[in-house]
């Protein structure tokens, strides 16, 4: 804690990796483009894995685990999906001492593993829909890697869902997709825009592929989490069929939808600042650190009295912790957990003491605008306002933000300067050629399609062809 | 659930894995050796997770996450270690389409990478106990497998921890394997003797292992969960040191353990019966299912309402399940349910609506015995106090079982039929080849010297030589 982060407008990767490094979330591994991800990072993870499970397990799906090797053979079943994968595979030929008959992919995620023994478990519309999700490790060979946004391996969950008709797995595609909006706004305090992928950003081996955007404090954008409609693309290649209620056989219908440990990479960029990390209450590991003030003896015992009996009221409803080491100030200790992101500080000295309160320092609110008193008496309930308070700015500041970077440009001139800065919101034709002229003009890419459209229609705003929707276009992480 | 599982009599191996499959526990892997955990067996191993994870964090350890790769050079550097794990390695050759210039191990366990790193985190005594644990699937490339007990890829934890002195490291090394020994008898209700292993059947790396061994419904051994003094092996070979009070550069005393998926298999093995699984209530994922019971339409509803009755009841404070399903009759439910080991049935037919009452079903006593009616009033209560019972009633019953199959033999002769049909409990000289000697000749192997030892010394049981321990003999899994 000794150096400060790199501020923001002077090099803002560089303050990501700074921040990451410094509030203890990750480390580089010895092995190329791995991180380690340290205690204070996983406990971040945890919470998101948590706020996520209890939502996938509230909409009735079940969690299991399927192998991490996957038979080579597996992977060239669905033509697309060879296609997208091939590259990023990490794969095992020695097993045991013996160079193994079939090598052995690494996950790099697992439709086909899952279709192979979702042909084998289901024969009847009675086993329909299968509801299953995994949380695991997943491995793609990346070229350029950063902490958290790209590693070759990361944690995530794949949910893997048959269906019986297509209108069902199409419902259930954009279920996930509410459940993934629903944890970005509420626990993450990160607004999002849900939407379709073009034809040329989606999933290898999708029919349709949604995605929940996010806009970074770059301005670039990040794909927070993915569902995909599937088709009878998987159920075609691994022959997953059921007999039907007349008895006709059919084949399935799949989806399947993620979030990775990129959403901590997320989470960092849109709320961080210059002193370092700002978690969103509803996700920190620590909500409320609380720091004694004192200068001699006598005030040392009656400050930490108070501060163990705040910490112990708390303790019951908010995730607290008691910082009475004695070996660094009061000021080194505001700035590490500044730098760590608690949402809530609270300080208490001699004064605080005699008159029986706390103060209350926001993380979100820096110097004596976001410092409150407040009586000891009632601290509960003050606290859990006030992280309600935190969670709902960090929110609003964060759709303001993105609201004052999207833009609607009136030609391509204006797009251009919009997607250098923030996210064009523009009329689009849909042809994969004008967005590969995009995309090369402007480093700007369709991050979708977006589900809620105003009526009318337009004219594109790269070929002036007539354009049914608009997009959101900018650049991406 | 058509038809039954082998009896144990007839055939023990067969009806295990009867039972992990008809009980949907578990499904065999397109790739050799491996598994699927499907939904049933996940949720138990939900629950498996939860009660080691909730006893981690009270004794002050953090979880982190380590890469699945490490560099085979790693593997190399501590001499034991590698000697004992090379044999069981799967090398990545192949990454991003390209021969990978050093090859990359997938984990078999991690002390390794995780030493890398702790020698990068760890400076001075402020910095230990270092006390991490992590959740993760390894793999270990194994000849003959079997569902949860072998398998090439298995979840588990592995805890490291590193301290200043080797005081410390030992203490630690103990106080986790109480914790093991906690979460065996507390919430799997399986016995399990407490003990270190012998030098043969160390951890490849270690300077003492524990164990903690469980006796099988077939009298065999099952080593439930293990934890390392690892010396300064591992500091010395990955250059871990720290500067101590007195600013000298030490090397750091580490310690590892871990507890895997093969404990639901202990579960299985420990309280399963021809009739299929029985969980320990607290580890079930459901602990009560309720079955109506009804002829006609009239009594239907009068029963169904009852049964959402008692569902609503329950739900706040115990994991219950209303099996309303129409198409199968209560007695199918009923096997079905005894074959997934659900520990407590209610069942409600015309009778019970008209007394008030409903009829409680324990899946550990079989038949009438087991039955009796409760009033709702109060059915909260009733049904707790039922699986307090049963959790109880399967700890004693697996701990009587396992006394009546431990012998105290009076000469080899006795000890080799001693341990042909469970436990001999004899005095040991500690020689490695009095060891190999008896594995020979009985394929019975030391389970652990137990911590607990009555004082005195005795003859050796296989070679007479004096003797100042008893140990633990068994065939194992």
Request: charged share 25%; net charge negative.
């Amino acid at each position: 804690m000794a150096t400060k982060v790199t501020p923001r407008s002077t090099d803002y990767a560089r303050w990501y990796t700074d921040v990451v490094q410094m509030a203890d979330l990750a480390d580089y591994a010895p092995v190329k483009g791995c991180m380690v991800i340290k205690p204070y990072g996983y406990a971040l993870w945890e919470n998101i894995k948590a706020g996520l499970d209890r939502r996938f397990k509230a909409t009735g799906h079940v969690n299991a685990y399927f192998p991490l090797f996957i038979p080579l053979s597996f992977i060239q079943k669905e033509t697309e999906h060879v296609a997208g994968f091939s590259p990023e595979l990490a794969i095992v030929t020695i097993g045991g001492g013996k160079e193994l008959e079939e090598p052995l992919v690494v996950r790099p995620t697992s439709e086909t593993i899952i279709g192979h023994m979702y042909a084998k478990w289901i024969q009847s519309y009675r086993d329909l829909p299968l509801l299953i999700n995994q949380w695991a490790n997943v491995v793609r060979w990346e070229m350029r890697t950063r902490l958290f946004l790209r590693t070759t391996e990361f944690l995530w969950q794949e949910g893997h869902t048959a269906h019986a008709t297509a209108e069902e797995a199409q419902e259930e595609t954009l279920r996930m997709l509410g459940v993934y909006t629903d944890f970005a706004v509420e626990d993450a305090a990160i607004p999002v825009i849900a939407g379709r992928k073009s034809e040329s950003e989606k999933f290898a081996g999708a029919v349709t592929s949604y995605t929940i955007e996010a806009m970074m404090g770059d301005c670039k954008a990040l794909q927070a989490g993915t569902s995909h409609f599937l088709g009878q693309n998987f159920a075609k290649a691994f022959d997953i069929k059921f007999l039907d209620e007349n008895n006709e056989l059919q084949y399935v219908w799949t989806t399947s939808w993620g979030v990775s440990t990129r959403m901590v990479g997320a989470v960092v960029m849109v709320h961080g600042d210059d002193q370092g990390l700002i978690l969103p209450p509803k996700l920190a590991p620590t909500q409320v650190v609380i720091v004694p003030i004192w200068k001699d003896e006598a005030q040392r015992s009656q400050v930490l009295e108070a501060v163990a009996k705040a910490g112990a009221v708390l303790r019951d409803d908010v995730r607290v912790h008691v910082d009475d080491r004695d070996e660094y100030s009061p000021g080194w200790k505001f700035n590490e957990w500044e730098m760590r992101g608690v949402p809530l500080r609270i300080e208490i000295g001699p004064r605080d003491v005699e008159r029986g309160q706390v103060m209350l320092a926001r993380r979100d609110v820096p110097g004596r605008e976001g410092k409150s008193a407040v009586p000891m008496e009632g601290l509960t309930g003050a606290v859990q306002e006030m992280l309600t308070a935190i969670q709902i700015n960090l929110y609003r500041r964060a759709l303001d933000f993105r609201e004052a970077h999207t833009y609607d440009p009136k030609d391509y001139t204006e797009f251009q300067e919009a997607v250098s800065s923030g996210f064009a919101y523009s009329w689009w034709c849909g042809d994969e050629d004008c967005e590969a002229r995009i995309k090369e003009e402007t480093k700007a890419t369709v991050r979708c399609i977006p589900l809620e459209q105003e009526p009318g229609r337009g004219k594109c705003i790269r070929c002036g062809k007539e354009a049914g929707e608009r997009a959101v276009f900018g650049r991406a992480y």
